[in-house]
């Protein structure tokens, strides 16, 4: 019982040490599409993480800037 919840700790210090650096989480990406967007295309890991990284650094005509 112990061991579940050090587990549970574990596993949420690193998701937020993952959203604090911007690392997205594909697996929240896909758990969120399949609950709230059903028969919806997910998108490949790759194209995630393409998606995710123009968003936040620019792409597709945008300005691209560090801050």
Do not use: T, W
């Not at 990406?29 to 393409?50: D, L, P």
């Amino acid at each position: 019982m112990a061991d579940n919840k050090l587990n549970r700790i574990g596993k949420r210090f690193a998701q937020s040490l993952r959203l604090m650096i911007g690392v997205p989480e594909y697996s929240a990406y896909v758990e969120h599409m399949k609950n709230a967007h059903h028969g919806q295309a997910i998108m490949s890991r790759e194209a995630f993480f393409r998606e995710r990284m123009e968003a936040r650094y620019g792409g597709k005509g945008r300005m691209n800037r560090c801050c």
